[in-house]
């Protein structure tokens, strides 16, 4: 087993091993993901398989650097790393679970039902897409608003800036709050209150500072920017395209550039005209959607530039508390358990000192019911005062005095 967890991880996990393999959730272009348990913590988890027996070691070198820093992307709009694992020509990647579909499992749902998803939850989602999309771009983490009106300031970058490149609706999975780590069923989604987790990020490439943008694309058409199709190098507005493409499909439920061929939708999408969204959805949302998908990248939106929309900062201030009042129904629910504890202790602490009291009662009772009879037999107990010579302390009639002074 070729290992080289070593090198890049900074916490030591278990190794391969020590999972359960279980069924098969589906196949990707690179390989197939399967549902696993880990079985020292009886968590299940996703593991991804990638082959690499064709890479030379540049390549594979590569890979693994990208799974150092996969493994600290940690985000709550993000499905979490956990470790990777290799034999010769296998990479296996070990991830959270979603065990509640995804986006594009949602737009068909609502595509079935003929209904329009409903705007709130568009502006939701998106907001959840763009915190996510704000630290992989520019590795740093959004600080959370104090109100809808605070002033955001310009991001610096850090050096381990990640471009998804792969963003599409069966990438953004969903779930209705706090992840379970034991998911037995799926949940019926409440889309009021659906959160987001963006996956996949095994495409996802990362940039340093001096090393230039990646050319191979990998994608999946229908979200690909036009710059991206003509060759050039992939930079975080290429996801932000995706996105904006993502929106539209929310809106339309379909993606915003179709074609029967491969050559007319690279037209479609560099020529970049689409139709607008139904009249049910507002112009600002509109305007967000012209605003990523742009054919021009220098006037393309950022996801820094995007987050200072005013329905994106409500949409991220109800999320955040609905996540609070979450997080308080928590506490609340540990202080009632805390409480049930405190009760049924304090109920079997009463019953032993009842239960010693009756006891101690009973023995005391019984003690002094034969002091009492040994003293009416004239016996002289150990311990037991003298009735008759305690003098100072005992009760003598006056008129016995009298009677022996005659
Ligand atoms: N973390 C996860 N939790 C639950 N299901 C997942 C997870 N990651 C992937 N899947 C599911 O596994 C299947 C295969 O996913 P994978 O990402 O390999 O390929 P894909 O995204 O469908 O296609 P491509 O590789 O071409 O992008 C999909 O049905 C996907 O929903």
Redesign the pocket.
Known sequence: MYNRRAETRERSGPRISEYEVQEE?????????RKVLQLSTGKIM?R?EIQYGHMNSKERQQLISECAILSRLKHENI?EFYEWDSDKNVLYFY?????NG?LSQMISNFKKECKYIPEKVVWSITAQILTALYRCHYDSDLAPLETIYDKMKFPVKGSNVVIHR?L?P??I?LSTGKPSDHPKTSQVLDYNKVSVKL??F??AKSLGSSVEFATTYVG?PYYMSPEVLMDQPYSPLSDIWSLGCIIYEMCTLRPPFQAKTYIDLQRRIQAGKFDRIPDYYSNELQQVIDSCINPDIQSRASAFSLLQNMQLRIARKAFQLERFEDNLMDYEKELMNIGNILERQAGEYEAEMNNIKHQYRKEFEFTVEQRVREILNGKKVSGTPDLMTAKPHLHRPDYHWRVKGR
């Open positions: 959730i589906g196949r990707g272009s690179f390989g197939c993901v996703v991804k499905v991830m959270e679970y979603c065990s995804d792969d599409k069966g990438n999975f996956g996949d095994g495409l999946t």
